[in-house]
């Protein structure tokens, strides 16, 4: 269980990510270099933060093993999700990617401290099986790239619906193009570690006889065959756009169903 | 004497729908100068007509025709547009009003893009087609000579036209909101009017991988397509053409929609849904609004291009301001030499009025004294000549000195030539001398 000190160093990580997210935002009104050098120092100081929280924890309760818990694995997900936000900055240049994935970043946080706290969910047993190893690895990989993806459709939904109603689109949100290919590029990975974490969490399921909740396997179904729909844009170009931008986001919404079950309900109840 | 009026509705008062029904092609509005002239003999006109304004500058004698109603139901019976759904997007102005809006809209103060240099051709071009159907004399003649120059003298003795966006730039910047880069794309050009090259200039910068130009005209497209590297097109071709481009630029002078929804949705299949941007800056609409509606499709007419343009012109206040005094303090000094103009024959018919009165009175008392000496007959004469130049002295004098110093001299103008009946009599002046030149 994460001790106080730990909770309030995460809740400083919450607090970086939150006014870093809000200088971000408050770019709109008139881009300053300033303001944009303070939120990316904020989100690096969150990352580092959370980093620190990451190896506090580790080393407390003696083991190196990444995903140990729900505190760790929350955690984990939320600092990828912000090194990706600073990758895609530097490299994608849609600047404006952490107005959609910040709030995603914080609510990840606060889970992990509501849930790190008061329910410990440890994975030490599972990960010494390799197919439950693959299985939550790429369960909560293909979380990070959905997110990301959901972010970007996010980002699509609002920039189309500014376009078309002829308002002000500022430089920093990139192109429509970008975003899609961002998007598909995400679901597709995202999509690829989802089907390999179901396929490997149900053999695990059937093979040992434990029990999944049914809300987590009607929903991961569901958010299987959200995301089925949008890869197959390709084949079927009439879904291309705002379609796909907008299942993106669908899906993911399902998705926080998923991991808001793996964190409620324990492990082998059904 | 002449009185100014002006007629218009711009795209402060009246929005693309409206504005689209009264333009007129340069056949019409020739054609429309002959028909106002036909109809109100000795009424002067001009005929502008920009895809932001509509404006019908008259000038005909003080209780002449046409009226501004009559004037109303002119350009509404023209286009076949009830006159009542025309009023409220109409702005009415008379004299003063009229020339300080004309010198406004030259120096494109007026304009939904301030700064635009455009409007000083437009300007001009509407004066010189008004000249060649000989609507134009005394009257709109200098002024209109004026207002190009009062236009020329803001666009170069300020800052407006600094730092300014053209339509051209802000069609990319969106394009750029859509598409991530050119190397792939191919940019259709409809039309081969200047607005559309200029836009196109803009598009080329970026080097896309395919220009197409078409148009009615295929030696038009060709020479367009030779300015920029891109290839002439036939117009015949236009749905395949559709389905190739992701930026299409529309600028023909059709009366009716080339690009109608029940022509472009079909096409979509073909075109594998991908996005595409149509910017609209004909006048009438190339692009049926409903286009605009269907997914991945992104419309901008000239009016939202222009919005976009307009949001960044604060930073120009500066320069308004400055274009603003020059505009005032030209008013003035055309308004003076107008007066000044306009006073000279008056006066001129005044006093000889009054001297022929005078030695119609005269030669009445001489007949009845027959004993005077020549001697005598000279002193009577010149008596009566003193008599009139001294009445007359001190309200000619006030007259010229209002006309150099001030305003509100009109009324005194239409009181002298009603109390003293000289309205009736010909103005020799042909007006074609040239207003005050600039400082």
């Known amino acids: 269980m994460p001790t106080i000190p730990q909770l309030a160093l995460l809740l400083v990580a919450i607090v970086l990510f939150a006014v870093g997210g809000g200088m971000s935002i408050a770019r709109a009104w008139g881009e300053r270099p300033a303001l944009r050098l303070a939120a990316v120092a904020c989100l690096v100081a969150g990352i580092v933060s959370s980093a620190i929280v990451l190896v506090w924890h580790g080393a407390t309760r003696g083991g190196w093993i990444p995903i140990g818990d729900n505190f760790d694995a929350l955690i984990w997900l939320a600092t990828l999700l912000a090194l990706f936000i600073l990758y895609i900055q530097r490299h994608r240049r849609l600047g404006v990617l952490d107005w959609f994935v910040m709030p995603i970043v914080i609510l990840l946080l606060g889970a992990a401290i509501i849930f790190g706290r008061t329910s410990e969910r440890g994975y030490h047993d599972v990960v010494r099986n390799a197919w439950w190893w693959v299985h939550t690895f790429s369960a909560w990989g293909g979380s990070l790239a959905l997110a990301i993806a959901a972010a970007s459709g996010a980002m699509y939904v609002y920039v189309s619906r500014r376009l078309r109603s002829k308002s002000p689109v500022g430089p920093q949100f990139g192109s429509l193009e970008r975003m899609e290919q961002v998007t598909m590029l995400a679901v597709t990975l995202g999509f690829a570690l989802l089907t390999v974490g179901m396929i490997t969490g149900g053999v695990q399921m059937f093979a040992e006889g434990k029990h999944t909740p049914i809300a987590k396997v009607i929903l991961a179904v569901g958010v299987w065959v959200v995301y089925a729909i949008v890869l197959h844009a390709p084949i079927n170009p009439s879904f291309r756009g705002r379609k796909v931008a907008v299942l993106s986001v669908v899906g993911f919404v399902l998705l926080l169903g998923v991991l808001l079950t793996v964190l409620l309900v324990p492990m082998g109840a059904s | ?439």
Not at chain 2, 128 to 146: H, I, K, M, T, Y
Not at chain 2, 159 to 167: F, H, M, N, T
Not at chain 2, 219 to 237: D, H, N, T, Y
Not at chain 2, 239 to 245: G, I
Request: net charge neutral; charged share 25%.
């Open chain 2, 1 to 439: 004497m002449q009185r100014l009026l002006l007629l218009g509705l711009n795209h402060s008062t009246a929005p693309l729908e409206v504005r689209e029904r009264l333009a007129f092609t340069p056949d019409e509005r020739a054609a429309a100068l002959g028909a106002l002239r036909e109809k109100f003999d000795g009424c002067e006109a001009v005929l502008l007509n920009t895809c932001n304004r509509v404006e019908l500058y008259a000038s005909r004698a003080v209780h002449g025709r046409p009226t501004q109603q009559e004037m109303i139901d002119f350009l509404a019976g023209l286009r076949s547009v009830p006159a009542d759904r025309l009023k409220p997007h109409l702005y009415q102005k008379a004299e003063r009003e009229v020339i300080e809006h004309l010198f406004s809209v030259a120096s494109s103060i007026n304009s939904m893009v301030i700064g635009e240099t455009q409007i000083i051709a437009q300007v001009r071009d509407a004066y010189e087609a008004a000249r060649d159907s000989g609507a134009v004399g005394a009257s709109l003649n200098p002024l209109f000579q004026r207002a190009v120059a009062v236009g020329k003298q803001v666009m170069s003795e300020t800052k407006i036209a600094e730092g300014r966006v053209s339509v051209g730039s802000v069609a990319v910047d969106c394009a750029g909101r859509i598409f991530d880069h050119y190397r792939d794309k191919t940019v259709l050009c409809i039309g081969a009017g200047k607005m559309a090259a200029l836009v196109l200039q803009s598009f080329a910068a970026l080097k896309p991988r395919r220009m197409l130009i078409c148009n009615r005209s295929p030696e038009k497209a060709r020479q367009l397509a030779s300015k920029f590297g891109g290839e002439a097109v036939a117009f015949e071709r236009l749905d395949d053409l559709l389905v190739a481009a992701d930026v299409v630029v529309s600028s023909t002078g059709s009366q009716i929609p080339i690009i109608t929804r029940s022509r472009f949705d079909p096409l979509r299949r073909a075109r594998r849904y991908r996005p595409i941007f149509l910017i609209d800056i004909a006048l009438p609409r190339d692009v049926e609004a409903a286009v605009g509606e269907l997914t991945n499709v992104y419309l901008y007419n000239i009016d939202d291009l222009q919005q976009v343009v307009s949001n960044t012109q604060s930073k120009r206040s500066e320069a308004v301001e400055h274009a603003r005094m020059i505009i005032a303090d030209q008013v003035e000094k055309y308004l003076a030499w107008h007066r000044a103009r306009e006073m000279g024959p008056m006066i001129d018919r005044l006093f000889k009025r009054h001297h022929a009165l005078a030695q119609e009175e005269v030669e009445r008392t001489l007949h009845k004294l027959a004993g005077a000496s020549d001697a005598d007959k000279e002193q009577i004469e010149e008596l009566a000549r003193r008599i009139v130049n001294k009445l007359l002295h001190d309200p000619v004098r006030m007259l010229r000195d209002g006309a150099h110093g001030g305003a509100g001299m009109t009324p005194y103008l239409h009181a002298m030539e009603k109390l003293f009946q000289l309205e009736d009599q010909e103005d020799e002046d042909d007006g074609k001398g040239e207003p005050p030149q600039q400082p």
